[in-house]
């Protein structure tokens, strides 16, 4: 804004306090295993494996809500959790699922 009259703008001091909360938090984690995750894909309705739109499959949680992005190379990225202990049990259901299917190709082998 400009005085009238005058060249330079007029400042004035504005108070900013902005409310905030934590939605969404971003983790990653690492198997350091190898996935097979057209195998993954076929254990659970919940993980959708599309290779060619995109290089990971997305298993979707529904307790708690969130999304886990799985890649080949055994890394995986949780989004949607809104807390670490919401974050915490979603890689444990992952892990458990990924052990699951572990477990049943095992027993398919010998």
Do not use: W
């Not at 909360?21 to 076929?42: E, M």
């Not at 959708?48 to 290089?55: A, G, I, S, T, V």
């Amino acid at each position: 804004m400009k005085e009238r009259g005058s060249s330079a703008p007029v400042h004035r001091r504005v108070s900013l306090k902005p409310t905030y909360r934590v939605v969404n938090i971003v983790a990653s984690a690492d198997l350091n295993t190898d996935l097979d995750l057209y195998a993954l894909a076929k254990t659970s309705h919940d993980i959708d494996y599309e290779p060619e739109q995109f290089p990971g499959a997305i298993f979707k949680l529904h307790e708690p809500k969130a999304a886990m992005l799985l890649f080949k190379n055994g890394k995986m990225i949780c989004t949607g959790c809104g807390n670490v202990k919401d974050v915490k049990r979603a890689v444990t259901e992952t892990i458990e699922l990924i052990k699951k299917y572990k477990a049943q190709t095992k027993r398919q082998v010998s």
